[in-house]
């Protein structure tokens, strides 16, 4: 059976500091892994997928994600941390075997910058 | 650049009213999907379409529909709405359905918040 847990509902950071947004996950089979950001009054937009080839995976703005299989996790992370980065991040896992129509959603991490 | 539009942005309407609810893709994606988002509840998904003619239930169906009659729309349609489907609604397409890598990599539009008094 699938899962994904964001281990925190709210972060925050300090404009420049590192950012760091956690998800695990549970899969039966070789995962692949989305990360995604919306923004206040808008839709949701990819930020980086990992669909089994590097397990670094880059994606837009300097986000960073690495898929680590003995841990099941797939952390966000980004050096340094920008106003612009205030935003809802997602984590959403789905397998060879899942239909679009079935894709866990993690519950969300909402992330403040204080300037 | 290829688009996924939803209207209206903002709807207010009364409790037993039919309402509809735009979704036009410009990915030609034959995969569509409708979620809504809550508060406490993330977003669920209530119906979605694999092509032209095609549609199936999702999670939260119940007083729903939608309907495909090409591959760039689909509507959403509320038969009679009722005060519990107040929400943020969204739209999504993809290019991959089924047992691809990028099944789970969806383009979704900015969403329609409605409200029902």
């Known amino acids: 059976a699938q899962s994904v847990t964001q281990l925190d509902s709210h972060v925050s950071v300090s404009e420049g500091t590192p950012v760091l947004l956690r998800c695990n996950y549970s899969s039966s089979y070789s995962p692949s892994l989305f990360w995604y950001v919306q923004h206040p009054n808008k839709g949701l937009q990819l930020l980086l997928k990992y669909t089994s080839a590097a397990t670094l995976v880059k994606g837009i703005n300097g986000f960073e994600a690495e898929f680590k299989k003995s841990e099941t996790s797939f952390h966000l992370t980004k050096p340094s941390a920008h106003m612009s980065d205030a935003a809802e991040y997602f984590c959403?896992?789905?397998?060879?075997?899942?239909?679009?129509?079935?894709?866990?959603f993690g519950t969300g991490t909402r992330l403040t910058v204080i300037p | 650049d290829a688009e996924i539009t939803q209207s209206p942005r903002h709807k207010i309407t009364e409790t037993g009213r039919q309402v509809t609810l735009a979704c036009h893709q410009t990915?030609?994606?034959?995969?569509m999907f409708w979620y809504r988002q809550d508060l406490g509840h993330g977003l669920r998904l209530i119906h979605y379409?694999?092509?032209?003619?095609?549609?199936n239930k999702g999670e939260v169906s119940d007083g729903y529909s939608v309907s495909r009659s090409n591959t760039e729309d689909l509507p959403l349609t509320l038969e009679s709405a009722a005060s519990s489907q107040t929400s943020v609604y969204f739209c999504a397409s993809s290019e991959s359905a089924f047992g691809g890598k990028n099944t789970g990599e969806l383009f979704f539009g900015e969403g329609s918040r409605l409200t029902v008094l």
């Open positions: 990915w030609n994606h034959n995969n």
């Open positions: 959403v896992v789905s397998d060879l075997w899942t239909g679009a129509n079935n894709l866990f």
């Open positions: 379409s694999y092509g032209v003619q095609d549609t």
